[in-house]
């Protein structure tokens, strides 16, 4: 019998891990990840005329307008690796009018995890993050620091996670950090931004796919998370497989 691709949406505060979970999902079970904060992040490096656009709104922490997110998911979506493997929606819906337009597609997903996490625990999250602009890998300058130093070397923080002047304020203070907590006012701002622009939002969102929703602690290690998440998505292919067994 033929598989039925699982589809599957994540959604959480900034910083709440959701790349994280998303790179141990997709290893395990082979889904096609769809992050619309990377496909814009790919649109901005390139200069495509949506990463101009949506440059601006991103760097200051802002959602991006709704009618380019719908139209570059709807189209990811539709692509035949999405439809044959399954998918995993990752940073998509945002808003009211998002969930919408995949309702409009009877696009939905079989489970909706929602990460939960502290807000202080989100922004320290932000403070110590760190991409690998080779592999897309994310780290963690305390949790999860990079395995050589070579990968050391090249990691980046993102725009909306800090400003340059701040990076150059946390190098030298690094060694204060945990004593001094040294948030700089500009970096706060944008990242209390997009935690303000997410908490106006995720009660539309959560009400939306109540019906498949499940909160998950995601305030412990990743492995642990992952072990809940895990067992989630085997439920529901092994649920799928004693279905398809009796028909
Ligand atoms: P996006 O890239 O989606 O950003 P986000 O939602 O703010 O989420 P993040 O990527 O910041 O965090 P994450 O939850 O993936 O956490 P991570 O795994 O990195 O969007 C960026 C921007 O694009 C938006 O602001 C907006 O402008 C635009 N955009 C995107 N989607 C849009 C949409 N649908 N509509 C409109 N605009 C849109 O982890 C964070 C850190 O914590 C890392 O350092 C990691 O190592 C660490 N960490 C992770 N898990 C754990 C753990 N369990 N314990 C300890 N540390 C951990």
């Not at 004593?179 to 539309?204: C, D, H, T, W």
């Amino acid at each position: 019998c033929v598989k039925e691709p699982l589809k599957v949406m994540i959604s959480g505060a900034p910083a709440s891990g959701k790349g994280t979970q998303c790179e141990l999902i997709v290893q395990k079970f082979g889904l096609v990840h769809i992050s619309t904060g990377d496909l814009l992040r790919e649109e901005v490096s390139s200069g495509t005329e949506i990463g101009n656009k949506a440059k601006e709104f991103m760097n200051s922490g802002s959602l991006v307008p709704d009618e380019i997110v719908i139209a570059m998911v709807a189209g990811r979506l539709s692509r035949e690796d999405a439809k044959k493997n399954g998918w995993l929606l990752d940073g998509f819906p945002r808003t009211f009018a998002q969930a919408q337009s995949l309702d409009k597609l009877n696009v939905k997903p079989d489970i909706f995890l929602l990460l939960d996490v502290p807000e202080e625990i989100l922004i320290e999250r932000c403070v110590g993050r760190r991409l690998d602009p080779v592999t897309g890998k994310i780290y963690h300058v305390k949790s999860y620091p990079p395995e050589s130093d070579e990968v050391k070397a090249r990691l980046v923080m993102r725009p909306d996670d800090t400003e340059e002047k701040v990076f150059a304020f946390w190098t030298c203070c690094s060694l204060a950090f945990s004593m001094f907590k040294p948030y700089s006012r500009g970096f706060l701002l944008k990242v209390k931004a997009r935690l303000q622009i997410y908490k106006q939002n995720s009660e539309a969102i959560i009400s939306a796919y109540s019906d498949v929703m499940i909160k998950i602690d995601a305030n412990r290690p990743k492995e642990m998370v992952f072990e809940e998440t895990h067992t989630l998505l085997s439920q529901i292919n092994l649920n799928r497989m004693i279905k398809t067994g009796k028909t």
